[in-house]
């Protein structure tokens, strides 16, 4: 094919639609993006608190969810002429340096206004042009050609109508999801794969705080502390999770909860709840001689007392009464008036004590949702199954990865593996 002649139209200036349109307007295809925001990439500044965590040292296909596992395992797998593509060189090439931090990897300049003026810079020199304020609300296809139907907004133009640009050889569907504050875009997202016959899995809040109406946790609000987690669903063990708990006001956050949320749909109308473990140092099989020593080391102390050297003050105070069942031991009793065995239940409590999970923070508060296109829709160069050279990458899949770089990592790949495909049929590799 004439690179003159073919024109791609990229909808969504984020992470995946960005990283393509640098690919490809490098080999001088035509380039045109489409975003609804005032400027391309916003949302990506928005990512790690601001410092850019881009990536990780550690992508395993297990450490995302999905409809699709094995293709996604290709996915992470890319080859490219017999080497696999390499977020990192991509970024490199753009004179983003970056550097490594307990397995995650961020720009050196700690800020990813770095990241996205490295993009801008090279899509604007490689001619790639930008439609800001455009929602796009409509893709046709006819002859193997596609049309892109957009609303041009007066809030960023001045202008409110309805455009069409045609003469697209390949779309690429890059637009994000419901989380964050411009959640709108799933919902359009929605609304144009449902006309493209594609399948949707139903979203929700993903990486978010948990709510959980408990008057314990509401005492340790503030709290930070070490902890394992497992979630319940029904009673059935879902997954586990270790590391610095968050206990605030309206329930649990934290690095582990914000994992665990990726399996929680629905709370409202399915029973779920976390088993938290205060004590995760402490090994169930020496927990009767632990107990027996601190039994007689503090013999004539008061139970607080025996906590306070396992946990925050502030937590102490708000669990004891919850381990403390019998009535008679509601008041922080001595030591000596109980039995070893009393003191090595309260320990044995304090290993398992269970939240009822109400709810999720919304959209608005969460990193992503999950839910999206289903990944079997797609084959592994990110083509659609059914329509193409029509290619989905980024939030759009039905792709959920972990705290720590691994959702910027799945967008940045699968908008660089669509614009390997295109270039291919192109001739252009």
Same mark, same amino acid.
């Given at each position: 094919?004439?690179?003159?002649?073919?024109?791609?139209?990229?909808?969504?200036?984020?992470?995946?639609?960005?990283?393509?349109?640098?690919?490809?307007?490098?080999?001088?295809?035509?380039?045109?993006?489409?975003?609804?925001?005032?400027?391309?990439?916003?949302?990506? @500044? =928005?990512? +790690?608190? *601001? #410092?850019?965590? $881009?990536?990780?040292?550690?992508?395993?296909?297990?450490?995302?969810? &999905?409809?699709?596992?094995?293709?996604?395992?290709?996915?992470?797998?890319?080859?490219?002429?017999?080497?696999?593509?390499?977020?990192?060189?991509?970024?490199?090439?753009?004179?983003?340096?970056?550097?490594?931090?307990?397995?995650?990897?961020?720009?050196?300049?700690?800020?990813?206004?770095?990241?996205?003026?490295?993009?801008?810079?090279?899509?604007?020199?490689?001619?790639?042009?930008?439609?800001?304020?455009?929602?796009?609300?409509?893709?046709?296809?006819?002859?193997?050609?596609?049309?892109?139907?957009?609303?041009?907004?007066?809030?960023?133009?001045?202008?409110?109508?309805?455009?069409?640009?045609?003469?697209?050889?390949?779309? @690429? =569907?890059? +637009?994000? *999801? #419901?989380?964050? $504050?411009?959640?709108?875009?799933?919902?359009?997202?929605?609304?144009? &794969?449902?006309?493209?016959?594609?399948?949707?899995?139903?979203?929700?809040?993903?990486?978010?705080?948990?709510?959980?109406?408990?008057?314990?946790?509401?005492?340790?609000?503030?709290?930070?502390?070490?902890?394992?987690?497992?979630?319940?669903?029904?009673?059935?063990?879902?997954?586990?999770?270790?590391?610095?708990?968050?206990?605030?006001?309206?329930?649990?956050?934290?690095?582990?909860?914000?994992?665990?949320?990726?399996?929680?749909?629905?709370?409202?109308?399915?029973?779920?709840?976390?088993?938290?473990?205060?004590?995760?140092?402490?090994?169930?099989?020496?927990?009767?001689?632990?107990?027996?020593?601190?039994?007689?080391?503090?013999?004539?102390?008061?139970?607080?007392?025996?906590?306070?050297?396992?946990?925050?003050?502030?937590?102490?105070?708000?669990?004891?009464?919850?381990?403390?069942?019998?009535?008679?031991?509601?008041?922080?009793?001595?030591?000596?008036?109980?039995?070893?065995?009393?003191?090595?239940?309260?320990?044995?409590?304090?290993?398992?004590?269970?939240?009822?999970?109400?709810?999720?923070?919304?959209?608005?508060?969460?990193?992503?949702?999950?839910?999206?296109?289903?990944?079997?829709?797609?084959?592994?160069?990110?083509?659609?199954?059914?329509?193409?050279?029509?290619?989905?990458?980024?939030?759009?899949?039905?792709?959920?990865?972990?705290?720590?770089?691994?959702?910027?990592?799945?967008?940045?790949?699968?908008?660089?593996?669509?614009?390997?495909?295109?270039?291919?049929?192109?001739?252009?590799?």
């Amino acid at each position: 094919m004439n690179a003159d002649t073919t024109r791609i139209a990229i909808i969504g200036g984020g992470m995946a639609g960005l990283c393509a349109a640098v690919e490809l307007g490098r080999k001088g295809l035509c380039v045109d993006v489409f975003e609804r925001q005032a400027q391309a990439g916003n949302k990506i @500044l =928005l990512t +790690g608190n *601001g #410092k850019g965590n $881009i990536s990780n040292t550690l992508i395993r296909t297990g450490d995302y969810l &999905t409809d699709e596992p094995l293709l996604l395992n290709e996915i992470l797998n890319h080859e490219q002429n017999g080497d696999f593509l390499s977020n990192r060189s991509f970024f490199e090439s753009l004179g983003l340096f970056l550097k490594e931090k307990d397995d995650r990897l961020y720009p050196v300049s700690n800020r990813t206004q770095s990241i996205l003026h490295a993009l801008l810079f090279f899509a604007k020199d490689a001619n790639v042009t930008f439609y800001t304020g455009h929602f796009v609300n409509g893709i046709h296809k006819d002859n193997k050609v596609f049309t892109v139907q957009s609303q041009v907004t007066a809030l960023y133009s001045g202008e409110n109508e309805s455009k069409t640009y045609s003469g697209y050889t390949y779309v @690429l =569907l890059a +637009g994000g *999801g #419901k989380a964050g $504050i411009y959640g709108e875009e799933g919902k359009n997202c929605y609304r144009i &794969t449902k006309d493209l016959s594609f399948g949707w899995v139903w979203p929700h809040p993903a990486l978010v705080q948990a709510f959980c109406d408990d008057t314990d946790l509401k005492k340790m609000a503030g709290v930070r502390i070490d902890a394992g987690i497992t979630l319940y669903r029904e009673e059935v063990c879902i997954a586990k999770e270790s590391g610095e708990l968050q206990i605030i006001d309206s329930g649990l956050s934290g690095i582990p909860v914000f994992q665990l949320t990726r399996y929680i749909a629905d709370p409202k109308k399915i029973n779920y709840r976390f088993a938290v473990d205060f004590l995760p140092y402490l090994d169930e099989s020496v927990l009767t001689n632990t107990a027996k020593d601190l039994y007689l080391r503090f013999k004539n102390g008061r139970v607080s007392d025996v906590l306070s050297g396992l946990l925050p003050k502030k937590c102490a105070d708000g669990l004891l009464s919850r381990s403390l069942h019998d009535a008679a031991y509601r008041c922080d009793p001595y030591v000596s008036d109980m039995g070893e065995k009393d003191l090595e239940k309260i320990l044995g409590d304090l290993k398992e004590i269970s939240f009822k999970i109400d709810n999720l923070n919304g959209y608005k508060h969460a990193q992503i949702s999950t839910g999206g296109v289903p990944l079997s829709d797609v084959m592994s160069s990110m083509e659609a199954k059914h329509i193409q050279n029509l290619y989905l990458a980024g939030e759009i899949l039905n792709v959920a990865g972990k705290c720590g770089g691994y959702n910027l990592h799945f967008a940045a790949l699968s908008g660089r593996i669509a614009a390997d495909d295109i270039l291919q049929k192109e001739g252009l590799k």
